[in-house]
Every structure is written in C-alpha cells, then in structure tokens.
C-alpha cells in the first residue's frame, strides 16, 4: 500500500495492456495490466480513465486514488505478479 494525498492520480508503472477493470468490496476500482510475462493490479481507485484493451504508456495516467474520508487517508494498493508468484513492488517503482 502506497500512502499519497487526496485527488492523487494513479499511474502505470510500465507500459502494457489493460486487460481487465472491476470492482472489489472494500477495496473500490480495480485495474489489471499486462505486461508481458508481468501483469500488475492497482486497486482502491474511486475513478478510472483507460478501457479494457487499451495500450498504456509508462506513467500514463490510469485513475484517481480513492481518499477514504472516515479514515482521512488516501492509499493505492499496488501488486506486481510473473505468473502466479507475487513479487515485491519496490523494484519496479525505485527504478522508474
């Protein structure tokens, strides 16, 4: 989870292909892109902005971060996958 400030956009970390958007119970918006072997999922958005099958550009822009106004907080939820092992972020975001 990535902590930011209200009206934050979310954006791809590495170009790819939106495959899927759906809703989460609790955790808002969701937006799957492919990235090759890769696919990362960003959730907790209040508003999306690409389509399924659209082709995305490094940090284009994909939604509006979700602010949680009970809690005061907006945060992103960010997973990368290869396959069907979840890998640790970091890497991906230290080296965009």
Request: proline fraction near 2%; charge should be positive.
């Given at each position: 989870d ?23 119970p ?13 696919f990362t ?16 550009e490094?940090?284009q822009?994909i939604?509006?971060i ?7 907080k ?7 996958w290869?396959g069907?092992d ?11």
């Amino acid at each position: 989870d990535i902590s930011t400030v209200k009206g934050a956009k979310a954006r791809a970390i590495f170009k790819g292909e939106v495959r899927a958007i759906f809703s989460i119970p609790g955790m808002q918006k969701a937006v799957l892109i492919n990235h090759g072997a890769f696919f990362t999922v960003y959730t907790h958005l209040s508003e999306v902005v690409v389509n399924k099958g659209q082709k995305v550009e490094t940090k284009q822009e994909i939604g509006t971060i979700y602010y949680d106004s009970e809690e005061g907080k907006t945060e992103i939820h960010l997973e990368v996958w290869k396959g069907s092992d979840k890998l640790n972020p970091e890497f991906w975001l230290i080296s965009r």
